[in-house]
């Protein structure tokens, strides 16, 4: 192996085409969401069993996430999104070969798989919290809060703006042939995207069932690299199935909703009878209507914004809530 990649340049690379780096960049970027929809559905047949998911969703995926990555940076040289494409990293090193990143590498190429968008996730969500906050009247009083609060929004548009032109630039790079990397991680992490090497030391899968049936087969190290790579396929295929998910969630979003019968009213429940017209936390008449979506009740704004910023659950139904679950309701003047 080390004698192919001795003589890879920075110049000379079997790079993949531009359609498949942004492939595998897409398909990188509807794992979390795909993850969320699944959890959603887990905690709506059982809030009391799942409903702290809701809360810490993003540190058990990043978990999850980390795991998955390290397992594909060890055992094939690239994440799963590049190998469901038949990729691999090649340290721009001389000497390196595909798929045997140096320590350096590694840690490096996990962190801008996992923790790198954790943070910058983390960030954004409290980024828009102090933004709306803000158009809310809501911001501190303390001058000290205000001025942190501001130059981490600052910052946050900064670097979104300086990281999307950035990505941009080494898009147009990669196409001309200038960079033998597409994004900006790979190339903080002096790592490019090549196609993978078959491994002519695994046995195929016929190989492998002929052995199971005649009674031959025996583990070893070939022999597990074959299983290894069924399960990898299995991960792979559900990946394509939650692809294959989402432009089914979206071609349906497309039908007439008219089209569709109009239900009969539901039933008055007993929450809506026992606080019609009055907020259930002050006991007064609301004002600024807001909608809980999660339970359907109507609270006064700043009561329920105050709850869900200490609790994160509805004060009637304790079904988890965020502040994101809140909709402004705008009464007819008329």
């Not at 920075?10 to 531009?18: E, G, H, R």
């Not at 052995?211 to 299983?227: D, H, N, Y």
């Not at 539901?266 to 807001?290: D, Q, S, Y």
Request: aromatic fraction near 14%; hydrophobic fraction near 40%; include cysteine.
């Amino acid at each position: 192996m080390a004698e192919r990649g001795a003589h890879l340049t920075t110049t000379v690379l079997n790079k993949p085409s531009i359609f498949e780096v942004v492939a595998q960049d897409t398909l990188t970027a509807t794992f979390k969401p795909a993850a969320k929809r699944i959890l959603q559905f887990f905690i709506a047949r059982d809030p009391e069993k799942y409903g702290w998911l809701s809360q810490w969703f993003d540190e058990v995926y990043l978990v999850f996430d980390s795991l998955l990555q390290s397992h594909y940076l060890s055992y094939n040289g690239g994440s799963f999104a590049e190998t469901f494409y038949g990729l691999q990293r090649l340290c721009l090193k001389t000497g390196c070969s595909p798929g045997n990143l140096p320590r350096r590498e590694w840690f490096t190429s996990l962190f801008f798989l996992t923790v790198f968008p954790y943070l910058r996730s983390k960030l954004e969500d409290l980024s828009v919290k102090y933004l709306l906050e803000e158009a809310d009247g809501l911001s501190p009083q303390s001058r000290w809060s205000k001025n942190i609060r501001h130059a981490l929004m600052t910052f946050h548009k900064a670097f979104h703006l300086f990281w999307e032109l950035w990505t941009l630039v080494q898009y147009l790079h990669y196409l001309s042939g200038n960079s033998n990397t597409h994004s900006p991680a790979l190339a903080l992490t002096k790592v490019a995207l090549v196609y993978a090497e078959e491994d002519f030391n695994a046995y195929s899968f016929p190989q492998m069932w002929q052995a199971l049936s005649s009674g031959t087969f025996r583990l070893s190290i070939p022999s597990m690299k074959t299983v290894g790579s069924v399960m990898t396929r299995g991960l792979e295929l559900a990946a394509f199935f939650i692809q294959f998910l989402q432009w089914w969630h979206s071609e349906q979003t497309r039908t007439d909703i008219t089209a569709l019968p109009v239900p009969d009213d539901p039933p008055i429940g007993e929450h809506a009878e026992r606080f019609g017209g009055l907020c259930p936390i002050c006991m007064n008449p609301w004002k600024v209507e807001t909608l809980l979506s999660v339970s359907g009740l109507v609270f006064c704004y700043r009561c329920i914004r105050t709850h869900l910023t200490k609790t994160s659950s509805c004060p009637v139904t304790h079904y988890p809530a965020t502040v994101e679950d809140l909709v402004r309701i705008y009464p007819s003047q008329s």
